[in-house]
């Protein structure tokens, strides 16, 4: 009886974070012949938890809570949060738009850095939820963003603009790190994106 009240509960935690993914504006039909597309995320209108905290707010809360249970502990997870964006979300996206697009053998690349692309896909962090893992009960993170391309050379021409809601990040087993369930929210917008791709823009 317990086994099937804890997969119920699972379960409706999965169905609770199904992702949403819409186009805004715009179409696909200027990506059509790219093989190169610059990428870069941006966190200046981050919020987080259900209270829609700003990235500072929730740092400082974070830390402090930390520290209070174990001293010094809430300092080293700022650190581990800092570092997170660039060693293990921005990676887990770029991984996975890039692998489900050459697996279908299409010959477009996602990178960072790549200024002299046509085109930039601007990756708007908008809101996380981080959220847990008590080993038997679990919920999974949330991940929502704003998917923007954009012309390298004029970022205001915005030519299509994707809104990707609550993409879930979890692993098989437990995880009990919050900055690698997130990393699994940007992995599972990575794939998402990429499938969509797919049959919109690289038939």
Do not use: C, H
């Amino acid at each position: 009886m317990k086994k099937v009240l804890v997969l119920a509960v699972l379960l409706v935690s999965s169905m609770m974070t199904a992702q949403k993914m819409e186009v805004v504006k715009g179409d696909f039909a200027f990506l059509a012949g790219q093989k190169d597309i610059n990428i870069e995320f941006d966190y200046s209108k981050l919020t987080l938890l259900k209270e829609k905290k700003t990235e500072a707010e929730y740092i400082a809360e974070r830390s402090k809570e930390l520290n209070d249970k174990t001293k010094g502990v809430g300092d080293i997870w700022k650190k581990k949060w800092s570092g997170a964006k660039e060693s293990i979300w921005q990676p887990k996206f770029l991984e996975l738009v890039n692998i489900v697009l050459a697996k279908k053998k299409k010959e477009v690349s996602f990178q960072e850095g790549l200024t002299s692309a046509k085109y930039t896909l601007i990756v708007e962090a908008a809101w996380i939820f981080p959220g847990w893992d008590a080993m038997v009960m679990k919920q999974p993170a949330k991940v929502t963003t704003n998917l923007r391309f954009v012309e390298t050379a004029n970022k205001s021409n915005v030519l299509l603009e994707i809104s990707s809601e609550n993409a879930p990040g979890d692993q098989y087993g437990n995880n009990f790190s919050n900055e690698s369930r997130i990393g699994e929210g940007f992995a599972k917008t990575g794939k998402s994106l990429a499938g969509l791709l797919l049959k919109k823009a690289y038939k």
